[in-house]
């Protein structure tokens, strides 16, 4: 079973900033495979990145992804405060799958 | 419009059992691996279940397998969790969606919520 663990558990940024989100794997990923997710409260998850680097459908190129094997990076540039929600890594390859725990990110 | 609605969701008793639905449309249903995920309150997400898009390869997490079923009727476009032996740790709001699919896109519902409690 993969565990995936996201640092840090929070982040909070002034508007304009960048974020930088980590994502651990306890054991190798194949890209293909790693998705980010954004959450705010009271929604369901928007696909952000998947296969750990192409953006989704809409999703604009202040989100990009990157990283292969056990680490993976999400970076959000121009922080602006629609941008402050939970983030979540997802692994998709193997069963079981699995989420990150999260990283907040607040825009201050 | 892409539409997937939960239902099935509400209070039961410990040790209960409950059948989730998940109503898709919009989308070629039976082309699809469908997904349950679930989030317990204040907490993250947890992948539940999947299911091929012929409902004949499954998997589940640790914590609900033996005590859950996936299954889908595609003449219904329709996705199921037949949950059993239920525990106040699984507590939560139920989403369905679907695998990502080409484009990159992936699809969710709203989410039921299942509240486990005497």
């Known amino acids: 079973e993969i565990v995936l663990t996201q640092s840090p558990g929070t982040l909070s940024l002034s508007p304009g900033e960048r974020a930088t989100l980590s994502c651990r794997a306890s054991?190798?990923?194949?890209?293909?495979?790693l998705a980010w997710y954004k959450q705010k409260p009271g929604q369901a998850p928007r696909l952000l990145i998947y296969?750990?680097?192409s953006r989704a459908t809409g999703i604009p190129d202040k989100f990009s992804g990157s990283g292969s094997g056990t680490d993976f990076t999400l970076s959000i540039n121009r922080l602006e405060p629609e941008d402050s929600a939970v983030y979540y890594c997802?692994?998709?390859?193997?069963?079981?799958?699995?989420f990150g725990q999260g990283t907040k990110v607040e825009i201050k | 419009e892409v539409q997937l609605v939960e239902s099935g969701g509400g209070l039961v008793q410990p040790g209960g059992s409950l059948r989730l639905s998940c109503a898709a449309s919009?989308?070629?249903?039976?082309?699809?691996?469908m997904h349950w995920v679930r989030q317990g309150p204040g907490k993250g997400l947890v992948w539940v279940s999947r299911?091929?898009?012929?409902?004949?390869?499954?998997a589940y997490a640790d914590s609900v397998r033996g005590r859950v079923t996936i299954s889908r009727d595609n003449a219904k476009n329709t996705l199921y969790l037949q949950m059993s032996s239920l525990r106040p740790e699984d507590t939560a709001v139920y989403y369905c969606?679907?695998?990502?699919?080409?484009?990159?896109?992936?699809?969710w519902g709203q989410g039921t919520l299942v509240t486990v409690s005497s």
């Open positions: 299911i091929n898009s012929y409902g004949s390869i499954t």
């Open positions: 054991q190798s990923v194949s890209s293909t495979y």
């Open positions: 296969a750990a680097s």
């Open positions: 919009g989308f070629p249903f039976d082309t699809y691996w």
């Open positions: 969606a679907t695998a990502i699919g080409p484009g990159g896109r992936d699809f």
């Open positions: 997802r692994q998709s390859g193997s069963a079981p799958e699995a």
